[in-house]
């Protein structure tokens, strides 16, 4: 799992795993964060793509 803070206020998580131990698929989160106050943010992110080998899936919605 991967988590970074690309710029200001973008906000990425990766996930890679294995399906069956050898299918290779990872879920990427891209989401803009907010500050509250001097302690605390909110992250709102994108629907989900996820990818299994050459296919790229989009599903669901926004996530807070």
Do not use: H
Not at 34 to 48: A, C, E, G, N, S
């Amino acid at each position: 799992m991967i988590q970074s803070v690309i710029s200001p206020d973008v906000v990425l998580n990766v996930v890679r795993f294995a399906l069956l131990g050898f299918i290779g698929g990872e879920v990427n989160l891209k989401g803009k964060l907010t500050p509250l106050d001097d302690k605390m943010i909110q992250v709102d992110f994108q629907p989900p793509d996820l990818q299994i080998d050459p296919f790229k899936f989009t599903y669901g919605g926004m996530s807070l």
